[in-house]
């Protein structure tokens, strides 16, 4: 479940950034705007263990909930956000120092997920996607003893 694949929607390559992303600045930032017509967006999630489920919380302030996009296919959960006004948007500003742009994560759930039971909900900011734990590959930690 800690598993984070790459996003290979052609709008992300994975050979930007470390494990979980990195920070783009100065000419990668320009040059990745020109490449794709707009900046690439990274935003920051938190991941929850509980007993009995894992919790993404994904922070994403001011979007339209209906632009979002949680799914699952092939074991994977991928998160997608595509505004309609995007692009449009983004000449209006003389300055841009924060985007609500088009964004994409994705999280291998390696088996350990019930996928037919999450669910998601959006409000003051945050995407909470609930992922119940499968009992049969979530086996709790044993301790060993050394000698």
Do not use: Q
């Not at 979980?20 to 990274?42: L, N, P, Q, Y």
């Not at 595509?82 to 390696?110: D, M, Q, T, V, W």
């Amino acid at each position: 479940m800690y598993n984070e694949n790459r996003c290979h929607s052609g709008k992300m390559n994975s050979r930007w950034g470390g494990r979980f992303g990195g920070h783009h600045h100065g000419k990668f930032a320009r040059h990745a705007e020109g490449m794709f017509g707009h900046g690439i967006r990274r935003v920051p999630v938190n991941i929850e263990e509980t007993e009995d489920s894992y919790i993404i919380h994904l922070f994403a302030p001011a979007l339209v909930k209906e632009y979002l996009k949680v799914v699952t296919k092939d074991d994977v959960l991928t998160i997608t956000y595509i505004p309609k006004e995007h692009l449009a948007s983004a000449s209006r500003f003389s300055r841009r120092e924060y985007s609500n742009g088009a964004f994409e994560r994705a999280f291998a759930l390696n088996g350990k997920v019930l996928s037919e039971i999450i669910s998601a909900k959006y409000a003051d900011g945050i995407l909470k996607i609930t992922l119940p734990k499968n009992p049969e590959t979530n086996i709790p930690a044993k301790d060993i003893a050394v000698n």
